[in-house]
């Protein structure tokens, strides 16, 4: 969707800037010049760039701080407790204390579960913002920027060492994320705990602790690359490459090789949805419930969390591993909180396609409004 949106943005630009080349500015049939091209270029850049940051702020607020919550939320329950009636004869006669604790069954205990914090992207925001002030929905931002900021110079130390090839620079994006595994693991600590008093550097994790998280970013990171690598595949045996340097080739082929062209599309574009729900979807679901269990005692989670994965996981202090492992991280993620946190990717999709539909709208009126009747399509 950001692909689309830059296409048609820098689409305007080359247009204005084409159309003032060639002097062709001219409105209706009066033919008088009124062009501006640079009010037009400068409008349409400005636009770009705040269509810029609300989509990441849009990705960031629920893609990374809503959905980290959903992963690692473990529903409560509430225990109601529900004596018996004496007897179930509107006549019968009162009976005494003593009566009553001879004669009398036990109690009996009842659990409801509360409905998740994180069932709703709008009791969500209002539970963190209660829990840790205006700016929790942008809690761990300083983390993330300073993250990327250090994984953006060691992939690019990587890549150069490695060298250019597609297979290296992936092999260089998994290295980068195992090496920062502990960088990552800071940023979910951080934001699925309530505010701290400590400096966020000084949060990092032990060494050993880290150890522990290595298999589980590999495994994420390598389903990252599976993201990319088979959809590509998939592009090259279908030999798409030729159609999608000169899509106006495609015309000139019969009635069925067109349709060939259309399936072999849909199975790409199928094959990159297939990996990132069954593959990618699994391994960062994981890799979060991996991090969140390391969470140090002293830290409170923002959210009701399970620090023993119902029963799975004993503390260091008891002769536990102090860690869940991969496959109870998965398992205890039951399908309620599946299939909340699809719903939630979902919402985040279609947040993304309207705002981008907004913004690529708010464009098209900026270039009429400077340019009279000129289309921008």
């Not at 536990?320 to 946190?341: C, E, I, N, Q």
Request: hydrophobic content about 50%; glycine content about 6%; aromatic content about 10%.
């Amino acid at each position: 969707m950001s692909g689309i949106a830059h296409h048609l943005v820098k689409r305007g630009i080359d247009a204005t800037q084409e159309k003032y080349r060639s002097g062709s500015f001219t409105q209706n049939a009066e033919d008088k010049p009124f062009g501006h091209p640079h009010a037009v270029a400068a409008a349409l850049i400005i636009t770009s760039i705040l269509w810029f940051f609300a989509l990441s702020a849009v990705q960031y607020i629920y893609g990374s701080v809503v959905a980290t919550l959903t992963m690692i939320e473990t529903p409560t329950a509430t225990a109601f407790k529900v004596d018996p009636a004496e007897s179930d004869d509107v006549d019968a006669p009162l009976l005494s204390a003593d009566e009553k604790k001879s004669t009398s069954p036990e109690p009996e205990l009842f659990y409801v579960k509360t409905k998740p914090i994180t069932s709703k992207i709008r009791t969500t925001i209002r539970h963190i913002v209660a829990e840790a002030g205006p700016w929790a929905r942008f809690r761990g931002l300083h983390v993330a920027l300073a993250y990327h900021f250090v994984h953006q110079i060691l992939l690019q130390a990587l890549t150069t060492l490695f060298g250019g090839g597609m297979i290296m620079q992936s092999f260089a994006a998994v290295v980068t994320a195992v090496v920062l595994c502990r960088f990552q693991m800071l940023w979910t600590h951080v934001v699925i705990s309530t505010p701290s008093e400590k400096k966020w550097y000084r949060r990092f994790s032990t060494v050993d602790a880290g150890k522990k998280i290595i298999l589980p970013t590999l495994v994420w990171a390598v389903a990252e690359q599976a993201t990319i690598y088979i959809p590509v595949t998939l592009f090259i045996i279908f030999d798409l490459e030729g159609y999608a340097s000169n899509p106006s080739g495609i015309s000139d082929l019969s009635p069925a090789q067109q349709q060939s062209i259309m399936l072999a599309s849909f199975a790409v574009l199928m094959s990159a949805v297939a990996t990132a729900v069954l593959i990618v979807f699994p391994a960062s679901v994981t890799l979060k419930r991996v991090q969140a269990s390391l969470l140090p005692e002293e830290n409170d989670s923002i959210v009701p969390f399970d620090r023993t994965f119902g029963g799975k996981v004993q503390p260091q202090v008891v002769g536990g591993t102090g860690v869940v492992s991969m496959v109870d991280a998965w398992k205890t993620f039951d399908w309620a909180a599946r299939f909340r946190l699809a719903t939630l990717y979902a919402k985040i999709f279609a947040m993304q396609v309207s705002t981008t539909v907004l913004f690529v709208l708010l464009a098209v009126f900026e270039v009429r409004m400077i340019n009279g009747d000129y289309v921008l399509f």
